[in-house]
């Protein structure tokens, strides 16, 4: 067994297992989304941090990183096993079409592996679902487990993809909207909210920061 995976998130800057090849591409017609629970590398049960996972998206592009494990079935397997722990709030693998030339209508890989979500809160415990942008970001800004601070994977992430030469929007702008949280937080302004159940947010925005609370992670995976 040959496969190729391919990474949107901290795959792209830190992909923790042995691999053969590395390209860079994109993939078509999905979008970084931070709808997504982490609750043992960079969060907890009690106030999971926000990950990046993969929406449906027609006409959307998104780049990434994609690796080729080749070797025999022992060295497969391991990397797949590793995949799969630090991978652990992904409840699907998808076989995608992976390009490398912009416009293309001819991928240069098929049946590329890509770990994503499914958007459903009954059946997906992980899924938080979208929310406003201040609000994402206050819970970013704040989250922080056993692998670091939730705001140091967004900004890890905003660094990778300038590297490769891809940046997004989405992610740009959601960072920047982290870094306006943590001046607040640092000028003393709203200290007294942190580690309460809801964090107002009315000098940003009327709606309130929700702490979600899921049940307590089997074992520490690996950082994603």
């Keep these: 067994m040959v496969f ?14 042995e691999y053969d090849e590395k390209m860079i591409g994109y993939i078509k017609d999905y979008k970084r989304v931070f709808d997504l629970a982490c609750i043992d ?15 449906e998206s027609e006409g959307s592009v998104c780049w990434g990183a994609v690796y ?17 722990r630090r991978e652990c709030e992904y409840d699907s693998k998808t076989s995608v079409d992976f390009f490398t030339e912009e416009d293309s209508a001819q991928p240069a890989l098929t049946g ?4 994503t979500s499914t958007p459903d809160k009954v059946n997906n415990k992980y899924y938080l679902g979208p929310a406003p942008l201040e609000e994402m970001a206050w819970q970013i800004a704040t989250a922080h487990g056993p692998c670091g601070d939730n705001r140091e994977y967004i900004f890890k992430m905003e660094k990778a993809l300038y590297d490769i030469g891809h940046e997004d929007d989405y992610i740009i702008e959601l960072a920047n909207e982290v870094r306006k949280v943590r001046e607040i937080l640092n000028s003393g302004i709203q200290e007294e909210l942190i580690g309460s159940a809801h964090i107002s947010l009315k000098t940003k925005t009327s709606s309130p920061v929700k702490i979600f609370s899921l049940p307590e992670p089997v074992a520490v995976a690996a950082d994603s």
């Design 68 to 84: 080729c494990v080749r070797g025999g079935p022992e060295k497969e397997k391991k990397a797949m096993e590793y995949l799969e």
């Design 41 to 55: 590398h960079r969060g907890t049960p009690k106030h999971p941090a926000r990950t990046c996972t993969l929406e």
């Design 4 to 17: 190729w995976i391919f990474g949107y998130g901290s795959l792209v800057w830190n992909p923790g297992f």
């Design 112 to 115: 590329v592996i890509v770990f």
